[in-house]
């Protein structure tokens, strides 16, 4: 299984630039997961690698070798779709045999026979070998589209975003055996998807994509915990993490001001130590997960006062929707706490799950 | 006869050809209540909404809107405002004139559209965008515009249709909160139908939950949740959903597990519990939720052992997935419980929360 | 009670637009399948029953009509067949045949083959070319019939079986060209790619893969382009003057003698004349019917 380089990766559509100076190394073995909005340039990146589109700068590398000048077939990628998954006029065997019988692999009768069968079986999809593919439910079909992928041992994995048309329940159910089946196989695996969970959760490394630049590359844990800048932070994590503008204000003890002087919110020596190092003290933006603020019911010190707009049960959860002046403030509870309507409410931030963002350039200072 | 509901149905079904795509509905809803229809693909949940807004005609049973019987009323006399999935916006018309659409249809003075118009379009905070068309407008705009058609009529009845399905996820966590806030604000009566519990839960008064044209519980999103009806409910809401496995009650009143025939030590209440509906023999399922299982890194009586697969971590918690066989456990963690593939740990359900249902029937023992 | 009667009357109404909807259905039926019934009625009569001013239900049928124009008729209609009308008929219907399959395969595989390019690939002046293509349609074909004429006699194609293919297949590229690029507009471009990752040249994923899903655009393409052939009458008469001689022009000849039309040979020859059509319908109905629509085709 060889390693997948990209370098300076440009692509151009016409006039719109869809992959702006790509860069990434995608390990033997990994799971590697494209995460962004509609749009971003994950999908193109993609096609790029399976060969299906051409890049217009760059350097494409499988291992050591050029891949830039190969056809699909010579890269042996297997794609699984979104939506399209199977040749209506075939039935699900005829689709699983279909690339074995391709005329770059023709494998012998028996081979084709074992290969399917045991493709099957990994996939549960052996009493549907005989069906029409309209026969099929959305799961089934996608089920037998990723095992037209798998049967033919390709070296690299690419997947188009596999689960999104599926209902969330049985989104849930394919995430984790497709990423049982990879860990299985190890086959390197470039994975698309909108889903930031998908992402977290099926992903060794995960990389950020937007408009066609990749805003961030690191495990899932490092992108939700230290993100680059504001557009990671804020697309990684449901409910969104929380923004509130801020500056820091200097003094024996620094502190930050947080909506315009709403609230002062004091900080440790060991924050204001690292405060004091940035640069920029003005326009900044204050950045806090959900979880990381703790709901008072009392008046305090550098707690912040709000009123309850509504509750959000989740049942493993809580989310309770805040107003703070023009703004919705999210946070997460243990389900067992709960406040009413219009009920007036003290915020506590923890200080450790803070980070600052540049307004200008988005780009994170970080904190906590 | 005087009902206090806003929407009544009675025994309501609809079939296409030889499928019944809803069975014997019956519900009622109060004036001002937000309630969601939710189910998987294909449960009838859109089709009973249509039935309610005059799209489709149910072969029996009787549908009631501010108690008058509408079986035989076209849409047009429901007074029902309609929000389509696709959003259904007119292509060479302005946002303002999408809008005002319903408005010019029943001939309202030209100054009185614009006032009504502009209400609605601040409420929604689309007021600058009211000149575009619709090919030049986001996602979030669209859905945004296509509610405001809805509410300019103030109908009585407000029926959303996945609102939120053809939304970016990244959208579609503030157009829900959009939802909920103006709910709150004008109050008006509201089915909301979705395959997707998070948006069910969040914004729901009742939930209306369906699998297979049956209604299976209408009930406040909590109490769903922590006591559903049947498997299909238990299962359906939460995410990830309910673990089943299938057990036994022993003879020393203990719980012989499917997992090998792997042995749960469970408190007296279970016990009794089992024993009062004489159901001993080997038809019962125990649901445990993923939160409510803790796991153990060495022997513990009260747990059953299996070997961890896949740690998906998702930020603010981990899902944990427990392999045994062919069962499947999922065990909602901290993110900082990181147990690593292969490892086996004992999966220790919280006893209170532990419930048993019938494997035949799929209902829950009480 | 009130509902009970209420539903009653929704019954009553949903049997009742049954009803009617069978009776519009039976009228069209009649509409449209009467002519056929009375060319055949009229084929087995003799001229002076066709004449008959009160038409009898019942009456002595005759294979007469048959017999003249495949000229082996005795005695018979007067007027009808010149000579060697048995071998011109014959002739004619097999000219018909081979000229109708030839036109049909050709505009088939032309039409495919732009078509699909036509979908696949983008390329400068691609709408533009679209255009032109259709424009073939716009004029009405009697406009152009001098000039071609004129032209085929004096490059030599007048009365040649290339020339008519050549002629023919124009007139049906606009129309295969469109037909099948809306179809394969609505094939997703991701089986060939799949197919190409999995080891197909593009090629062989357009044979393997596309074609079948097209199956119905071909087959409605096919039955268009045929049927225009098989009734092209203006240019079959004015070019094919001696050696290409087909059907229209032969069943026009036959049935007019001395004294007219010859009514019986005129119903007699055309039913004859429309059974390849039928069959060829009949053979291709399933795929017919979906490509009729030009809906979306589905899995």
């Given at each position: 299984?060889?390693?997948?380089?990209?370098?300076?990766?440009?692509?151009?559509?016409?006039?719109?630039?869809?992959?702006?100076?790509?860069?990434?190394?995608?390990?033997?073995?990994?799971?590697?997961?494209?995460?962004?909005?509609?749009?971003?340039?994950?999908?193109?990146?993609?096609?790029?690698?399976?060969?299906?589109?051409?890049i217009d700068s760059g350097e494409l590398l499988f291992g050591k070798e050029d891949a830039t000048a190969l056809s699909p077939a010579e890269r042996d990628v297997a794609f699984v779709y979104q939506s399209f998954s199977l040749y209506p006029q075939m039935t699900v065997r005829k689709n699983?045999?279909?690339?074995?019988?391709?005329?770059?692999?023709?494998?012998?009768?028996?081979?084709?026979?074992?290969?399917?069968?045991?493709?099957?079986?990994?996939?549960?999809?052996?009493?549907?070998?005989?069906?029409?593919?309209?026969?099929?439910?959305?799961?089934?079909?996608?089920?037998?589209?990723?095992?037209?992928?798998?049967?033919?041992?390709?070296?690299?994995?690419?997947?188009?975003?596999?689960?999104?048309?599926?209902?969330?329940?049985?989104?849930?159910?394919?995430?984790?055996?497709?990423?049982?089946?990879?860990?299985?196989?190890?086959?390197?695996?470039?994975?698309?998807?909108?889903?930031?969970?998908?992402?977290?959760?099926?992903?060794?490394?995960?990389?950020?994509?937007?408009?066609?630049?990749?805003?961030?590359?690191?495990?899932?844990?490092?992108?939700?915990?230290?993100?680059?800048?504001?557009?990671?932070?804020?697309?990684?994590?449901?409910?969104?993490?929380?923004?509130?503008?801020?500056?820091?204000?200097?003094?024996?003890?620094?502190?930050?001001?947080?909506?315009?002087?709403?609230?002062?919110?004091?900080?440790?020596?060991?924050?204001?130590?690292?405060?004091?190092?940035?640069?920029?003290?003005?326009?900044?933006?204050?950045?806090?997960?959900?979880?990381?603020?703790?709901?008072?019911?009392?008046?305090?010190?550098?707690?912040?006062?709000?009123?309850?707009?509504?509750?959000?049960?989740?049942?493993?959860?809580?989310?309770?929707?805040?107003?703070?002046?023009?703004?919705?403030?999210?946070?997460?509870?243990?389900?067992?706490?709960?406040?009413?309507?219009?009920?007036?409410?003290?915020?506590?931030?923890?200080?450790?799950?803070?980070?600052?963002?540049?307004?200008?350039?988005?780009?994170?200072?970080?904190?906590? | 006869?005087?009902?206090?509901?806003?929407?009544?149905?009675?025994?309501?079904?609809?079939?296409?050809?030889?499928?019944?795509?809803?069975?014997?509905?019956?519900?009622?809803?109060?004036?001002?209540?937000?309630?969601?229809?939710?189910?998987?693909?294909?449960?009838?949940?859109?089709?009973?909404?249509?039935?309610?807004?005059?799209?489709?005609?149910?072969?029996?049973?009787?549908?009631?809107?501010?108690?008058?019987?509408?079986?035989?009323?076209?849409?047009?006399?429901?007074?029902?405002?309609?929000?389509?999935?696709?959003?259904?916006?007119?292509?060479?018309?302005?946002?303002?004139?999408?809008?005002?659409?319903?408005?010019?249809?029943?001939?309202?003075?030209?100054?009185?559209?614009?006032?009504?118009?502009?209400?609605?379009?601040?409420?929604?905070?689309?007021?600058?965008?009211?000149?575009?068309?619709?090919?030049?407008?986001?996602?979030?705009?669209?859905?945004?515009?296509?509610?405001?058609?809805?509410?300019?009529?103030?109908?009585?009845?407000?029926?959303?249709?996945?609102?939120?399905?053809?939304?970016?996820?990244?959208?579609?966590?503030?157009?829900?909160?959009?939802?909920?806030?103006?709910?709150?604000?004008?109050?008006?009566?509201?089915?909301?139908?979705?395959?997707?519990?998070?948006?069910?839960?969040?914004?729901?008064?009742?939930?209306?939950?369906?699998?297979?044209?049956?209604?299976?519980?209408?009930?406040?999103?909590?109490?769903?949740?922590?006591?559903?009806?049947?498997?299909?409910?238990?299962?359906?809401?939460?995410?990830?959903?309910?673990?089943?496995?299938?057990?036994?009650?022993?003879?020393?009143?203990?719980?012989?597990?499917?997992?090998?025939?792997?042995?749960?030590?469970?408190?007296?209440?279970?016990?009794?519990?089992?024993?009062?509906?004489?159901?001993?023999?080997?038809?019962?399922?125990?649901?445990?939720?993923?939160?409510?299982?803790?796991?153990?890194?060495?022997?513990?009586?009260?747990?059953?052992?299996?070997?961890?697969?896949?740690?998906?971590?998702?930020?603010?918690?981990?899902?944990?997935?427990?392999?045994?066989?062919?069962?499947?456990?999922?065990?909602?963690?901290?993110?900082?419980?990181?147990?690593?593939?292969?490892?086996?740990?004992?999966?220790?359900?919280?006893?209170?929360?532990?419930?048993?249902?019938?494997?035949?029937?799929?209902?829950?023992?009480? | 009670?009130?509902?009970?009667?209420?539903?009653?009357?929704?019954?009553?109404?949903?049997?009742?637009?049954?009803?009617?909807?069978?009776?519009?259905?039976?009228?069209?039926?009649?509409?449209?399948?009467?002519?056929?019934?009375?060319?055949?009625?009229?084929?087995?009569?003799?001229?002076?029953?066709?004449?008959?001013?009160?038409?009898?239900?019942?009456?002595?049928?005759?294979?007469?009509?048959?017999?003249?124009?495949?000229?082996?008729?005795?005695?018979?209609?007067?007027?009808?067949?010149?000579?060697?009308?048995?071998?011109?008929?014959?002739?004619?219907?097999?000219?018909?045949?081979?000229?109708?399959?030839?036109?049909?395969?050709?505009?088939?595989?032309l039409g495919t083959m732009a078509a699909y390019v036509l979908s696949r690939y983008n390329m400068p002046g691609k709408d533009d070319l679209l255009f032109a293509i259709l424009s073939t349609r716009m004029l009405p074909p009697i406009v152009v019939l001098v000039p071609i004429s004129l032209?085929?006699?004096?490059?030599?194609?007048?009365?040649?079986?290339?020339?008519?293919?050549?002629?023919?297949?124009?007139?049906?590229?606009?129309?295969?060209?469109?037909?099948?690029?809306?179809?394969?507009?609505?094939?997703?471009?991701?089986?060939?790619?799949?197919?190409?990752?999995?080891?197909?040249?593009?090629?062989?994923?357009?044979?393997?893969?596309?074609?079948?899903?097209?199956?119905?655009?071909?087959?409605?393409?096919?039955?268009?382009?045929?049927?225009?052939?098989?009734?092209?009458?203006?240019?079959?008469?004015?070019?094919?003057?001696?050696?290409?001689?087909?059907?229209?022009?032969?069943?026009?000849?036959?049935?007019?003698?001395?004294?007219?039309?010859?009514?019986?040979?005129?119903?007699?020859?055309?039913?004859?004349?429309?059974?390849?059509?039928?069959?060829?319908?009949?053979?291709?109905?399933?795929?017919?019917?979906?490509?009729?629509?030009?809906?979306?085709?589905?899995?």
């Amino acid at each position: 299984m060889p390693t997948i380089v990209l370098k300076n990766v440009v692509k151009k559509f016409g006039k719109i630039v869809a992959l702006n100076e790509i860069d990434l190394d995608i390990k033997e073995g990994e799971f590697f997961v494209l995460v962004g909005p509609t749009g971003a340039g994950k999908t193109t990146t993609l096609r790029v690698v399976s060969g299906l589109e051409k890049i217009d700068s760059g350097e494409l590398l499988f291992g050591k070798e050029d891949a830039t000048a190969l056809s699909p077939a010579e890269r042996d990628v297997a794609f699984v779709y979104q939506s399209f998954s199977l040749y209506p006029q075939m039935t699900v065997r005829k689709n699983l045999e279909f690339p074995l019988r391709s005329p770059m692999y023709r494998e012998s009768g028996e081979e084709i026979n074992s290969r399917v069968e045991h493709v099957a079986d990994l996939l549960h999809i052996t009493p549907l070998l005989d069906r029409m593919p309209d026969a099929l439910s959305g799961g089934e079909m996608q089920r037998v589209g990723i095992g037209r992928a798998i049967v033919r041992k390709p070296q690299i994995f690419l997947m188009d975003e596999p689960l999104s048309d599926l209902d969330a329940k049985l989104r849930e159910e394919l995430r984790v055996e497709l990423r049982q089946i990879q860990s299985d196989l190890k086959t390197t695996t470039l994975y698309v998807t909108h889903d930031q969970v998908e992402a977290m959760s099926m992903g060794d490394r995960v990389a950020v994509l937007n408009e066609g630049v990749i805003h961030q590359i690191g495990t899932p844990k490092e992108v939700y915990r230290k993100p680059s800048d504001l557009f990671v932070a804020g697309f990684i994590g449901n409910p969104k993490m929380n923004f509130l503008s801020c500056k820091i204000v200097e003094g024996a003890s620094p502190a930050l001001d947080l909506e315009k002087g709403l609230i002062h919110v004091s900080l440790s020596e060991k924050m204001a130590k690292k405060v004091r190092g940035f640069s920029k003290k003005e326009g900044l933006i204050m950045g806090i997960r959900p979880e990381a603020i703790i709901l008072h019911r009392e008046k305090g010190k550098s707690r912040l006062e709000a009123a309850v707009l509504f509750l959000e049960h989740f049942g493993s959860m809580n989310i309770i929707n805040l107003q703070i002046g023009e703004k919705i403030l999210k946070i997460r509870t243990h389900p067992t706490q709960t406040v009413k309507q219009k009920e007036k409410v003290w915020l506590e931030f923890e200080e450790e799950h803070m980070i600052l963002f540049d307004e200008e350039t988005g780009k994170s200072l970080a904190i906590g | 006869m005087y009902i206090m509901s806003m929407i009544r149905l009675i025994n309501m079904t609809k079939r296409f050809g030889k499928t019944v795509a809803v069975k014997n509905a019956d519900l009622e809803i109060e004036k001002g209540e937000l309630v969601v229809f939710l189910g998987p693909s294909g449960c009838g949940k859109t089709t009973t909404l249509r039935c309610i807004a005059g799209l489709e005609n149910p072969e029996e049973g009787e549908i009631y809107i501010d108690n008058e019987m509408v079986n035989d009323l076209p849409t047009l006399d429901r007074d029902v405002g309609f929000v389509f999935q696709h959003y259904a916006l007119f292509p060479h018309m302005s946002a303002y004139q999408n809008i005002s659409f319903p408005l010019r249809a029943m001939k309202h003075k030209k100054s009185d559209i614009e006032r009504e118009v502009m209400k609605v379009a601040e409420l929604l905070r689309i007021d600058k965008i009211l000149q575009f068309k619709p090919s030049h407008l986001s996602g979030g705009d669209l859905q945004s515009v296509a509610l405001a058609r809805a509410l300019v009529i103030k109908p009585k009845v407000f029926l959303l249709d996945e609102p939120l399905s053809t939304l970016d996820a990244e959208f579609r966590e503030e157009a829900r909160t959009m939802i909920k806030k103006i709910h709150l604000e004008i109050g008006a009566t509201t089915i909301y139908v979705t395959h997707d519990q998070m948006e069910a839960m969040a914004i729901a008064d009742r939930i209306v939950t369906m699998n297979l044209g049956e209604i299976q519980q209408i009930d406040a999103p909590e109490y769903v949740y922590h006591n559903p009806v049947n498997m299909f409910v238990a299962n359906f809401l939460g995410s990830p959903g309910m673990n089943f496995i299938d057990c036994s009650l022993e003879e020393n009143n203990t719980l012989k597990l499917g997992l090998d025939g792997k042995i749960l030590q469970i408190n007296e209440k279970i016990v009794k519990k089992i024993k009062a509906v004489g159901e001993d023999k080997a038809v019962l399922m125990m649901g445990i939720r993923p939160e409510d299982i803790k796991l153990s890194f060495k022997k513990d009586v009260y747990g059953f052992d299996m070997k961890v697969t896949i740690v998906e971590e998702i930020g603010p918690e981990n899902i944990v997935n427990l392999r045994s066989g062919d069962h499947v456990v999922k065990v909602l963690t901290d993110p900082d419980i990181l147990p690593k593939t292969g490892e086996t740990v004992w999966a220790v359900p919280d006893q209170d929360k532990i419930r048993i249902f019938d494997q035949q029937t799929k209902k829950e023992i009480l | 009670m009130d509902r009970k009667i209420r539903r009653k009357r929704k019954k009553g109404i949903k049997v009742a637009g049954k009803v009617i909807i069978f009776i519009v259905i039976a009228i069209v039926f009649v509409a449209y399948v009467f002519p056929i019934f009375w060319m055949g009625v009229t084929s087995l009569k003799t001229k002076v029953q066709i004449f008959d001013p009160v038409p009898k239900i019942f009456f002595k049928p005759t294979i007469n009509n048959y017999k003249t124009f495949i000229g082996t008729a005795e005695g018979g209609e007067v007027g009808a067949g010149r000579a060697g009308a048995a071998t011109s008929f014959i002739a004619a219907m097999g000219r018909s045949i081979l000229m109708t399959t030839s036109v049909t395969l050709l505009s088939l595989l032309l039409g495919t083959m732009a078509a699909y390019v036509l979908s696949r690939y983008n390329m400068p002046g691609k709408d533009d070319l679209l255009f032109a293509i259709l424009s073939t349609r716009m004029l009405p074909p009697i406009v152009v019939l001098v000039p071609i004429s004129l032209l085929f006699t004096n490059i030599g194609l007048k009365d040649t079986y290339i020339g008519f293919l050549l002629l023919y297949t124009m007139f049906n590229m606009a129309f295969s060209v469109w037909i099948m690029k809306s179809f394969f507009d609505d094939v997703p471009f991701s089986f060939e790619e799949a197919a190409m990752c999995d080891g197909y040249t593009r090629f062989r994923a357009f044979l393997k893969v596309v074609l079948p899903m097209v199956k119905p655009g071909l087959a409605a393409t096919a039955i268009f382009c045929g049927i225009l052939v098989w009734n092209e009458f203006l240019f079959a008469i004015v070019i094919g003057t001696r050696k290409w001689v087909f059907m229209p022009p032969t069943i026009f000849t036959m049935s007019y003698g001395a004294e007219g039309i010859i009514w019986g040979v005129l119903a007699s020859s055309s039913l004859i004349y429309i059974i390849p059509v039928l069959v060829f319908v009949y053979l291709v109905r399933k795929n017919l019917l979906r490509g009729i629509t030009f809906g979306v085709i589905r899995g």
